[in-house]
């Protein structure tokens, strides 16, 4: 019973595609994020939703966009994909807004690879 | 420019002993700080926290160490199991921010 789920683990792709990444939480979280993880192992936000509320943008190309349907999904889309998009994106969840005394609870990973 | 910094990419431990895991940052702001353990293939899971008004949180074998005025926290195990091999990041947030995380150490406990 997976609390944060995200699919695909793993997508390869050709540059110039566009594809989407999906994640639900199940723990009644209010809060879900996108960060992304490059080469260098640095997770990174790349965006953040409360109550289907976008609430941080971080400095994200406008090709990344992500859509919160209810407080239970943040899927990402990518569009014009590029080579330097390959990372590995993870999706979390939190009770609240980022704060003292929360922490996120993540999914695992999927690891994007752009030919 | 790196908020939060773990200096050490890797250490090696023996099963048994302590183990250390640093983290600095240059961030006088962030009030509240995590450590996040994760395994291969999987995201990382939430280990223990530490408040800015506090300099020490014990959880079990693990025990995290603030000291405010150098901008430092470490991560003790104690003792280290080879289970415990895995890649341990720093976290640290302040008031209208989010979470920003450390690049990681990747400990290796020897049995």
């Known amino acids: 019973d997976t609390a944060v789920s995200q699919t695909p683990k793993y997508l390869v792709t050709q540059m110039g595609n566009d594809k989407s990444i999906k994640c639900e939480q199940n723990l009644g979280h209010d809060t879900m994020y996108w960060y992304k993880q490059d080469s260098k192992k640095f997770l990174k936000i790349m965006f953040s939703y409360n109550n289907k509320e976008l609430i941080i943008n971080e400095t994200v190309p406008n090709r990344f966009s992500p859509k919160s349907p209810d407080k239970a999904h943040l899927n990402l889309h990518i569009n014009s994909l590029e080579l330097g998009d390959s990372a590995v994106y993870f999706c979390?969840?939190?009770?609240?807004?980022?704060?003292?005394?929360?922490?996120?609870?993540f999914g695992q990973g999927t690891r994007l690879t752009v030919v | 420019d790196q908020q939060v910094k773990q200096n050490s990419p890797s250490l090696s431990v023996q099963e048994g002993r302590i183990s250390i895991l640093n983290c600095d940052y240059t961030n006088s702001m962030f009030d509240y700080f995590l450590w996040y353990k994760k395994y291969p293939a999987e995201g990382p899971t939430f280990l223990i926290s530490?408040?800015?008004?506090?300099d020490k949180n014990e959880d079990g074998r693990f025990t995290v160490f603030l000291n405010k005025s150098a901008k430092h926290l470490s991560l003790h195990i104690v003792p280290s199991q080879p289970g415990d091999s895995a890649v341990y990041f720093c976290a640290a947030f302040s008031r209208g921010q989010n979470f920003v995380f450390g690049p990681g150490t990747r400990l290796s406990v020897l049995p």
């Open positions: 979390a969840s939190s009770q609240s807004r980022p704060g003292a005394g929360t922490e996120a609870f």
């Open positions: 530490i408040s800015s008004i506090k």
